[in-house]
């Protein structure tokens, strides 16, 4: 099971940091990512880290803005967001796959969405 928090509103320009924990499965040894979407748009890769959290990999649309890292149980897994933009706004969602580096949108595990609204 995950579960992600730290969703808000917050102005062009500034920062949030989301969180997904994860519980009841041995999700040390997955990948974990981040998957958005913005209303009336399709689902989009955000970013992701491989199970040992050593490598990272991003959207080009967040590269350089956005930093994904591994808590030190493993089991927790975050989103640092800086230099938001409007554009940003979305529902952010945590994922998991039983691989151990993965990007794409095909996860195996999906905890719900947080909304991160970005104003202007």
């Known amino acids: 099971q995950l579960q992600a928090s730290?969703?808000?509103l917050v102005q062009a320009g500034g920062s949030l940091r989301l969180s997904c924990a994860a519980s009841g499965g041995t999700f040390s040894n997955y990948a974990t990512g981040w998957v958005r979407q913005a209303p009336g748009k399709e689902r989009q890769f955000v970013g992701s880290i491989i199970w040992s959290g050593t490598a990272t990999y991003y959207a080009s649309s967040v590269e350089g803005r956005f930093t994904i890292?591994?808590?030190n149980?493993?089991?927790?897994?975050?989103l640092q967001m800086d230099s938001l933009k409007p554009e940003d706004t979305a529902v952010y969602y945590c994922a998991?796959?039983?691989?151990k580096m993965y990007v794409?949108?095909?996860f195996d595990y999906?905890?719900?969405g947080t909304q991160v609204t970005v104003s202007s």
């Open 104 to 106: 794409g949108l095909q």
């Open 96 to 99: 998991a796959s039983t691989q």
């Open 73 to 78: 149980s493993k089991n927790t897994v975050y």
């Open 110 to 112: 999906w905890g719900q």
């Open 6 to 8: 730290g969703g808000g």
């Open 69 to 71: 890292t591994r808590g």
